[in-house]
């Protein structure tokens, strides 16, 4: 079973916010989460699809698929 998407990639710990050009919470960049509530149903399905191969790359699993 596929666990869904919530609104948003981010996890509460943004490090974009203190100068970093990527989140350290969800991998997004400063321009991705500066823009997300801007960004239409296919802008935010890449970003989507960008952070869940850039999680699995290092063996993770992205922040919001981690069981509960």
């Not at 969800?26 to 802008?43: K, L």
Request: hydrophobic letters at 45%; aromatic letters at 8%; proline letters at 6%.
């Amino acid at each position: 079973m596929t666990q869904a998407r919530p609104d948003s990639p981010c996890v509460a710990l943004c490090s974009t916010a203190l100068g970093d050009e990527i989140c350290m919470g969800c991998g997004r960049t400063f321009g991705e989460v500066a823009n997300w509530v801007c960004m239409n149903e296919a802008e935010r399905e890449q970003v989507w699809l960008r952070l869940e191969a850039h999680w699995a790359a290092q063996g993770l699993l992205a922040p919001w698929q981690a069981p509960a």
